[in-house]
């Protein structure tokens, strides 16, 4: 069974950073897609960032340049590292995982995803 558990939200203000993790158990880590999402309150959930089962990333535009994807296979744990938080940024944040050989790109929309942890909230202040 599929079990993903989220850690490291919290609040910071803004300009700061934060490292999300995300533990997997109950597959192999190194053969899935994995990918953060979003959801602030009142919207849709979105996708953040994804790392294929090679290693490849993709990100969407808004966190580019700020928030980065890695994963690491012995532990079996998937990270988002943000930095230069902004207001924006503030929603609960969600991992996400597929069996799929899909392509980083794919794996940022959401539909795409069979399992989900239950998410960690991340506020930034002004």
């Known amino acids: 069974q599929v079990q993903l558990v989220e850690s490291g939200g919290g609040s910071v203000q803004a300009g700061g950073s934060l490292r999300l993790s995300c533990a997997a158990t109950g597959f192999k880590h190194s053969m899935y897609g994995m990918g953060w999402f979003r959801q602030a309150p009142g919207k849709g959930r979105e996708g953040v960032a994804a790392?294929?089962?090679?290693?490849?990333?993709s990100y969407a535009d808004f966190v580019k340049g700020r928030f980065t994807i890695s994963k690491d296979n012995a532990k079996n744990t998937l990270y988002l590292q943000m930095n230069s938080l902004k207001p924006e940024d503030t929603a609960m944040y969600y991992c996400?995982?597929?069996?799929?050989?899909?392509?980083?790109?794919?794996?940022?929309?959401?539909?795409?995803?069979?399992?989900w942890g239950q998410g960690t909230q991340v506020t930034v202040s002004s």
């Open positions: 996400a995982a597929t069996p799929l050989a899909l392509t980083a790109w794919q794996l940022l929309l959401e539909w795409r995803h069979a399992d």
């Open positions: 790392i294929a089962w090679d290693g490849s990333t």
